[in-house]
């Protein structure tokens, strides 16, 4: 079974960023996409980026473009999400996917076979 852990949620005040981090032991790591969700409450999973298994090609929702950067690091097995110019909507629980089917992310929650137990962002005004 493979399990990711994510890291690096907090408290900050609008305009401030934060760095998520996502970890795996999972052997085949290097193959996976690789994507990250958040879900605020009362409201679905939505999709924030991905990144194709070499980290060539990434996808972001146009809600964080500009503003967040999602990264891979194949030999150490960690995904990353650095977030920059944070807004009070962008408050949520952040969670880290892994597709072990294609090389490039989907989109959608049902896309992805992995999931991490999830990390608290809060972005205060």
């Known amino acids: 079974q493979v399990q990711l852990v994510e890291s690096g949620g907090g408290l900050v005040q609008a305009g401030g960023s934060l760095r998520l981090s996502c970890a795996t032991s999972a052997p085949s790591f290097s193959s996976y996409a690789m994507g990250w969700f958040r879900q605020a409450p009362g409201k679905q999973r939505e999709f924030v980026a991905g990144?194709?298994?070499?980290?060539?090609?990434?996808y972001y929702a146009d809600s964080v473009q500009g503003r967040f950067t999602i990264s891979r690091q194949n030999a150490e097995k960690m995904v990353y999400l650095e977030m920059h110019s944070l807004k009070p909507e962008d408050t949520a629980v952040y969670y880290c996917?892994?597709?072990?089917?294609?090389?490039?992310?989907?989109?959608?929650?049902?896309?992805?076979?992995?999931w991490g137990q999830g990390t608290q962002v809060s972005v205060s005004s």
């Open positions: 996917a892994a597709d072990q089917s294609r090389g490039v992310p989907g989109q959608e929650p049902y896309e992805y076979d992995y």
């Open positions: 990144i194709s298994w070499s980290g060539g090609w990434t």
